[in-house]
Each structure stands twice: as C-alpha cells, then as structure tokens.
C-alpha cells in the first residue's frame, strides 16, 4: 500500500516547455487533488476531481489543465510553464462525501528557467 | 465557498510551554476540520480532527476545540517539544466538497 506516489520528484524546466506531473493513489478514494505551495505560502488548490470523469477549477488555475484519467490517477499538465509556476506540486486524495483524511503525495520541487 | 483564516502566522514558544493556534471559517454548512502538521521539505499529514457534533478531542499532547456557534476551532499542543517545530494548517470541509486550507502557522519550540 503506497499511499499517493508522485513523479517526478524534482523538475527543472525552461520557460515555454510543456510537461505533465503523474499522481496515483491506491486507497481507492473517489476524489483527488492538485495543490501549490510556494516558499511560506499555504496550500492553494489549483484543481480537483470529485470522482472518475469529473474535474473543477479551484483558487489557481490558470496555466494548468488536468485529466482524470481513471479512478486511480490524476495528472497535472502545464502548457507552457513559465517563472511564475515554479512551485513545490502536491496531490492528494480522499475519499468525497465521507471527508476522511486527505492523503498527500512527496511533492514536485518545479523550478521554471 | 468556504473561506478559513488562521492565527497567528508565526509562533514561538519555550520548550515545554503551550502552543495555540486559532482557525475561523466561514461556511456553517462545513462539518470537518481537520489539522496537518508539514515538517520542512515533507508532505503535510494529519495530526487530529474533529467533526461537528463534538466539542473537543483530545490524544497526548494535542486537542481540538470547536465551536460552532462563532464558526472557529483551535489546535492546542501542551508540553512542546522541539520535534512540534513545524507549518500547521488547519481546513474546514462542508460536506461532500473539496478540502479549503487556512494560510498556515509556522511553529517554533526554543530549546
């Protein structure tokens, strides 16, 4: 039992390039989540997905898009990255409607160029 | 939505004094809150939580108070220990909806 397993754990990009974050979780939770926190910032949710086939924006998210690809992932893409998305990523599950605990992943260090 | 503000921003207290940290949320309808303690370059992971038809609830040095008639709710650490050094967050969940997280508490315990 892994928990929330993301990759890659660290990420350099330069400015314009495209690249997906992969999230999986095998605890079979319905919802999953994609948060940002930068240097002594919160945890600003940037998209979720309630359950398979459903995702919503949340406080940031623009510059990104995500797809929930099945009940167990939930990837994050950016486009075209740029300074201002580089980040420290997490994702997280837990289970919608019942609110038990949320589960995070290690986190993607991003640093855009 | 949901809005949560935490206090203070930052704390520092003496080893072996009491910490408190206070949370207001604003939607009535959220009936979750629980609390994540994130130690330097690790995920946050859940110390306690409490759910809206209890007042309290405490395990060891920790405890959770409630109080959902003015919409705020503490975390409360007894004893501190170096290791209690850490970013807590508090979040307040209306049923069935996504996790809304307060600006965090960065936590210093002085030897």
């Known amino acids: 039992n892994a928990g929330v397993t993301q990759t890659p754990k660290f990420q350099v990009l330069k400015t314009g390039q495209s690249m997906t974050l992969q999230c999986a979780q095998d605890?079979?939770?319905?919802?999953m989540y994609w948060y940002r926190q930068d240097p002594g910032m919160g945890l600003r949710l940037i998209y979720y997905?309630?359950?398979?086939?459903?995702?919503d924006k949340g406080e940031v998210p623009n510059g990104y898009n995500v797809s929930r690809l099945n009940k167990r992932e939930f990837s994050l893409r950016l486009e075209s990255a740029a300074p201002s998305q580089t980040s420290v990523y997490f994702c997280a599950s837990s289970n919608y409607g019942v609110n038990t605990e949320a589960f995070f992943g290690q986190g993607t260090r991003l640093t855009v160029v | 939505g949901e809005n949560v503000e935490q206090h203070p921003s930052t704390l520092s207290v003496q080893e072996g004094d009491s910490a408190v940290i206070k949370c207001t949320y604003s939607?009535?309808?959220?009936?979750?809150f629980p609390w994540y303690k994130q130690e330097l370059g690790k995920r946050p992971q859940l110390i306690i939580d409490?759910?809206?038809?209890?007042g309290e609830k405490k395990d060891q040095r920790i405890a959770v108070t409630l109080n959902k008639t003015a919409k705020h709710f503490s975390l409360h650490i007894t004893e501190t220990q170096p290791e209690d050094s850490a970013v807590y967050f508090c979040?307040?969940?209306?049923?069935?909806?996504?996790?809304?997280f307060g600006p965090g508490t960065r936590l210093s315990v002085l030897p």
């Open positions: 939607d009535s309808a959220s009936n979750y």
């Open positions: 409490i759910r809206s038809n209890v």
């Open positions: 997905s309630a359950s398979e086939g459903t995702t």
């Open positions: 605890m079979n939770h319905n919802s």
């Open positions: 979040a307040a969940i209306p049923e069935g909806q996504n996790f809304v």
